[in-house]
């Protein structure tokens, strides 16, 4: 807030630390939120909560009026992430990596397409193209240069398809504008 950063703030939830963790997780979050931050309930993974975790995270979710933020099938060990959020998720969750899902998944929400952080956890490509639903691009928090993201989205497409252009890449860079529309309006000054 003091350098005038956008961020919409999501604390991963996850019973790795056992249920009392996975409970003051969720109570952060709630906390959070109820506070006036900005943000969505945080999951880490579907793969490191149990199903009653899965289901008080979407519910405490439901009841402020926002989101959840997931990583889903970033890797083999996740393959039954949409089986385990089956009914769970809406159109405002955003589903990080997405590599191992199907193509008809059925899960609502946002995949959020992480070119470099997948290639750098050696998970696979996920191939975002396939999806029905909304495509947004993100770093996975391995840096934070969207244009760098935006590139290797398009390089990644084009591994795949030599007839790709990057104006899908660019669609993808877009739709995470909607997460934060005033975005829109900022200006960036390059310095060599």
Known sequence: AEVGVRVLCAYGVTDRHG?????????????????GGR??????????????????????????????????????????????????????????HGVHLSDDHRLRGT??????????????????????????LGTDGIGANMLEEFRLAYFMHRSVDVTATPETAWRWLETGWDLVPESRQDQVTWSY
């Open 111 to 136: 995949v959020l397409h992480n070119p470099r952080s997948n290639l750098n956890n050696a998970v696979g490509y996920a191939d975002p193209r396939r999806f029905r639903g909304p495509v947004a």
């Open 39 to 96: 943000g969505m309930v945080g999951i880490h993974a579907a793969f490191t909560c149990h199903q009653e975790t899965l289901e008080a995270a979407a519910g405490l979710a439901a009841e402020l009026g926002v989101g959840v933020h997931i990583h889903v099938a970033e890797g083999p060990g996740d393959v039954a992430a949409a089986d385990q959020l089956a009914g769970l998720t809406t159109d405002a969750w955003l589903l990080a």
């Open 19 to 35: 249920a009392a963790g996975a409970a003051a997780a969720l109570a952060e979050n709630e906390r959070f939120l109820r506070a």
